[in-house]
């Protein structure tokens, strides 16, 4: 039975995860820069706020205060929707997240489901900056980016779909709860689930070494040349926020979640949400580019047969 | 089959090598300097701009005809006694390369380069000095030269 | 703009004209390629010079020797010295000069300083084009901020140096500065390491170099290629082996070469002439003699009539000065062999048949600079 007390928690929550959403995007940025700088013997921004961390707001602002350039023949509603296509299904994604030990929007019961289901709505927003682009090169870079996130979808999914046969349920509440004795990643077969999982995962938020529609040294621009302004902040805002959730849901399925001793839930979740934060950032720092078609060839020839085979070996070792 | 997996073995461990040389850097000591609140000092044989001291000059014309680009210009005056006062020493720093061959050529050290690096102007006029006024470049001396 | 079409069996397709302009990232300077597209793949590609053209040969027609040295700084900015190096000893070789044993073995300590510089930056700059967004650049210019740092200790300036002169330096190698080099050489042995274990291992930087533009042998004779370039594709040749200047014959050091000839081959090569000249520069500062390193030459220098030519091994190949000279304080005719002209005309064969992003590591492993090509 709901009750009047439990709506309002529920909204209450909801409210509380999306204010962490906007803090954590800001400081998503400053703690890119961060490591980028420190990996590179430099500072870093260090003037706008204590070391930099009003960096992102003074960028805000910057970027507020463009000229909005709209492209002649731009296929209008397509071309401005495609930002909000970015942003919106990564914050939907938050709703099942457990955050704590009772610290969650709504725990469906289907909830690694509705994630998967979400976060493949980040694929239209590609494929409609380009088309409503009207720019030949935003074009074609945007088909490579579209064609890039639908073939990492694929290991993604056998990799989450190999810790549920483990787990024995979809909610993610409930994912936490089956590693109450051990995580998930002391298994052997779901450590390398895990290993594909985060190498899809940087694939499919578009990091390096993944990232070719982001590459300024490629012919073609990428798929968000014709933005400016806040809505080229808003695709950035989207890959922030995609790359926090992967975190989180690597997390969720494979650290345990929220559990560990004598801290409060919260604190653990937001620390092994960060290492793995840290992890694709210090991964992005380090490596250079794959090219398209080895990026394709990657993912189809050695990703997914990787992944089938440990799926397999997965469901033998649980026969036993 | 075994070659599939001994690549990508080897592969890994080399994506690793490169994780570990960028790791330990994070720790190592930072390079940089916060400018401006923090500046380099010049070297002592830092080529500045070009600077004279009048009392020295001997009005040999040595510098104005080793200059590569030919941004110096002199004229002088001759009194009733033969001596030679210097009328005019106009520097055009636009022209200048800073290659300090004038410094180099000049028999009593009195054109010299010194050590301003932070030169900034709004408009061209600025560019042409006249070496003979001593407060030629007040508004660029600013600069803490240890 | 001419456009093909060719038809497969089921689908007709159409090159089209991109223009990879004059201001790009990747092209290493203003270059203007423009190349004919077939989808992914560049079927051809015309190179179109001459945006830094500065007429410094023409300028050298109205200069005296020594006022030119400046000039000569600004055609190869990330190697400087070599350039002076290679100007000075043209002219010296025309007035049939000696110079002191001092001033070659300073010649030699800085000259080996710059090349070292030089292969950080191309080092530095291909890893950036392949997307290795920024690290190596970074571990690059910071080990090339302490050669630089010697060289502003040295005299006086970080990028043109204006240091040789006819008959020898213009200022002595102070007993602090030989010890901040020794103490580099030191340094520096341990991060070549780093850059080994940071790229050349590195399984996504090999995947994106081996194989990629492979220049066979003959073609890269035929083109008159030179430099790492022509060592990558396993011919041994090195001017400071094979025509000694400065005294290099008594300094020992290997000739680095690799048999493939792609671009890893090429980058590698880089990366191990660095060692090499970590050792010879080792070599010239233990045997440094004493003595005066210029020599005294005339405030005017007028060479006989005739014409001397004169090839140096700078970091991007041979760099040649021919000097004709008429009997007065200019020269009649000064012409410069940059090796950057002959490395980049054999681009368009490198590249035919390979797609865009190949195009930009093959650039980046030829290690171009435009000050050069344009003169």
Known sequence: MVTLLDVIIRVLVGIAVLG????????????????????????????????????????????????????????????????????????MAFAVVPFGKHIIVQD?????????????????????AGWGSNNKYAML??????????????????????????????????????????????????ALAFLIYMISATAEVNRTPFDISEAESELVAGFHTEYSGMKFAMF???????????SAIATTLF?????????????????????????????????????????????????????????????????? | MIRYFSNLGRGFVSLIKGLVVTFKNIFSPIITLQYPKEKQAMTARYRGLVDLRPDRCIICYQCVRICPTGCLAISHKVQEDKKRTLERFDYTMELCCFCGLCEQVCPKSAIYMNKLYEVTAYSRDKLHIDLLNPDKYAEWSNIVVK | MSETVKESKHLATEDFLVNMGPQHPSTHGVLYLELQIDGEVVVDCTVHLGYLHRSMEKIAESRTYTQFIPFTDRLDYIASMNNNLAYVLAVEKLLNMEVPERAKYIRIIIAELGRIGSH???????????????????????????????????????????????GGVQFDLTKELVDKTRKFVQYMRHKVDDYEWLLSGNAIFLARTKGIGVMPKEQAISYAVTGPNLRGSGVKWDLRKDEPYLGYEKFQFDVCTRENGDSWDRYKVRLDEIRQSLRIIEQAVDGLPEGDPTVKVGRVIKPAVGEAYMRAESPRGELGFYIVSDGSTNPYRLKIR?????????????????KVADLVCILGSLDIIMGEIDR
């Open chain 1, 20 to 91: 962490f959403l906007a803090g954590s995007a800001m400081f998503l940025i400053w703690l890119e820069r961060k490591v980028s700088a420190h990996i590179q013997n430099r500072y870093g921004p260090m003037r706008v706020g204590w070391h930099g961390v009003l960096q992102a707001v003074a960028d805000a602002v910057k970027l507020l205060l463009k000229e909005n350039i709209v492209p002649r023949e731009a296929d209008k509603l397509v071309w401005w929707l495609a930002p909000f296509f970015a942003v919106v299904p990564s914050v």
């Open chain 1, 108 to 128: 469906l019961n289907i909830g690694i489901l509705y994630i998967t289901a979400v976060t493949s709505i980040c694929v239209l927003s590609v494929f409609m």
């Open chain 3, 338 to 354: 940059s090796p950057s002209f002959s490395n980049l005309a054999v681009l368009p064969e490198l590249v035919r048949g390979l």
């Open chain 3, 120 to 166: 950080l930056l191309g080092i530095g700059t291909f890893a950036q084009d392949l997307g290795a967004f920024a690290t190596p650049l970074f571990y690059g210019f910071r080990d090339r901020e302490q050669i630089v740092e010697i060289f502003d200790e040295l005299c006086g300036n970080r990028l043109t140096y204006n240091y040789m002169r006819i």
């Open chain 1, 236 to 246: 950035f805002i989207g890959e922030y926020t995609n790359v926090f959730i992967v």
């Open chain 1, 255 to 320: 650290l345990g979640g929220w559990q560990g001793p004598l801290l409060p839930s919260p604190i653990w979740f937001l620390a092994k949400t960060y290492t793995l934060v840290f992890v694709l950032m210090w991964v992005r720092w380090t490596f250079p580019r794959v090219r398209i078609d080895q990026l394709m060839g990657f993912a189809w020839k050695v990703l997914t047969p990787i992944a089938l085979a440990n799926l397999a070996i997965a469901g033998l070792l649980l026969l036993k």
């Open chain 1, 141 to 190: 870079s945007a088909m490579r980016s579209a064609a890039q996130i639908i073939s990492y979808e694929i290991p993604l999914t056998i990799a989450v779909v190999t810790v549920l046969m483990f787990a024995n349920t979809l909610s993610m509440q409930g994912i936490v709860a089956s590693q109450a004795h051990r995580w998930f990643i002391f298994h052997p077969s779901l």
